[in-house]
C-alpha cells in the first residue's frame, strides 16, 4: 500500500485527526506503519487478503484482553477503520532497546528490565487456551516449520554457501530435530521478542513491548530467543525469574531458535522479504560461532 493510499484512508476513517507530519515505514514484513506527528501509530498489511484483516483486529482483541493483565505497556489501539484492514493506537514511550544500548545500563536498571521481562512472558504463558481459541490466535506447527526451514534452505541457500558452512548448519539441523522430538507444552507467546520489539521508558524505568503480530500458540522456549541478543547471562536472569512451566530442555531449544533466525533472513531475502542476504550471512556467522551451551 502507498503512502498516499494509506494517509487518505484515515483522514476519510477519522476526519477528526489532524497532523503535520508523518513517517512511513515499511520495513516490517507484514505490515506497514505511518507514524503522525510521532504521536500515533496506523498499521496495515502489506497486501490485504481477507487472513489479514481479520489477524489484525484478532490481534487488537488479544491486546485488549491482556492489557487488563500485563504490567508493562502495549499498544492500545483506540482507531479500527471500519473494514478492519487498519487501526491506530498511541505512539509508546521508549527508545529500541538496542544491545549497544543495552549494555551501557547499570547493574540495577538491567535487573529493573529482567523483571519486568519475566513477569510478562510468565503471564503472557499462563493466558488460558480458552482465551487463545477466543482471540484465534494460531498454533505453531514445529515440526512444520522446520521441514520448511530445511527444505527451503537446502533449495535457496546451499548453492550461495560453502561447504564448510553447509555442514554447520547440517549438524544444527540434526541438533533442531533432535530437540523438537523432546515433550513440551505450548503457550501463548509473542513469538518475535526481539529488541526492535522492545522498548525502554527511561523517564518511567519502564519496558514497552510492540508488534504481537507473530503471536501463536507455540513452544514457550522461543520467547526466549531474542533475549540472547543481549548475552546468555541476562537471558539465564530473566529465566530464573520467570514462573512459567520450564523444561530441562527449554532454553537449549530457545538458542537453536535464536540461531533460526539468520536463516530465515537469508531466505526471506530471496524472496522480496525485507533485509539482505549480505546481513542474514554476517548474522548467521556470528550466531553459529558458538555451539549450542546446555544451560
Do not use: C
Not at 512511513?24 to 506503519?33: A, E, N, Q
Not at 520467570?242 to 533460526?260: I, N, P, V
Not at 548474522?283 to 544451560?295: D, E, L, S, T, V
Amino acid at each position: 500500500m502507498k503512502a498516499e493510499f494509506f494517509l487518505r484512508k484515515i483522514k476519510e476513517e477519522f476526519p477528526e485527526l489532524k497532523w503535520k507530519k508523518h513517517r512511513y515505514l515499511t520495513h516490517g514484513w507484514d505490515h506497514v506503519i505511518i507514524v503522525l506527528d510521532d504521536k500515533l501509530i496506523f498499521r496495515t498489511p502489506k497486501s490485504i487478503p481477507a487472513d489479514l484483516q481479520s489477524e489484525l483486529f484478532d490481534e487488537i482483541q488479544l491486546l485488549h484482553y491482556l492489557k487488563k493483565k500485563v504490567r508493562v505497556g502495549i499498544p492500545e489501539y483506540t482507531y479500527i477503520s471500519k473494514d478492519k484492514s487498519a487501526a491506530g493506537y498511541k505512539l509508546l514511550a521508549g527508545r529500541e532497546l538496542k544491545p549497544s544500548l543495552f549494555r551501557r545500563f547499570s547493574a540495577s536498571e538491567k535487573e529493573i528490565i529482567a523483571k519486568q521481562l519475566a513477569t510478562f512472558i510468565t503471564t503472557l504463558h499462563a493466558v488460558p487456551e480458552s482465551a487463545i481459541k477466543k482471540y484465534h490466535v494460531r498454533t505453531e506447527n514445529d515440526y512444520a516449520q522446520y521441514d520448511k526451514l530445511v527444505r527451503d534452505t537446502k533449495q535457496l541457500l546451499f548453492p550461495r554457501l560453502s561447504k564448510a558452512d553447509i555442514q554447520t548448519i547440517e549438524q544444527y539441523f540434526s541438533e533442531f530435530k533432535t530437540a523438537l522430538s523432546r515433550k513440551y507444552s505450548n503457550a501463548l507467546i509473542h513469538n518475535d521478542l526481539t529488541w526492535e520489539h522492545i522498548l525502554w521508558d527511561k523517564k518511567k524505568r519502564k519496558i514497552n513491548i510492540i508488534d504481537f503480530s507473530d503471536r501463536a500458540f507455540g513452544d514457550p522456549a522461543a520467547d526466549f530467543a531474542g533475549l540472547l541478543e543481549y548475552g546468555q547471562k541476562f537471558m539465564k536472569q530473566v529465566f530464573s525469574l520467570y514462573r512459567g512451566k520450564k523444561d530441562k530442555h527449554m532454553l537449549e531449544r530457545s538458542q537453536l531458535y535464536f540461531k533460526r533466525i539468520p536463516l530465515s533472513v537469508m531466505r526471506g531475502s530471496l524472496r522480496g522479504y525485507p533485509g539482505t542476504f549480505k546481513d542474514g550471512y554476517a548474522m548467521f556467522k556470528k550466531r553459529f560461532k558458538h555451539k549450542i551451551a546446555k544451560i
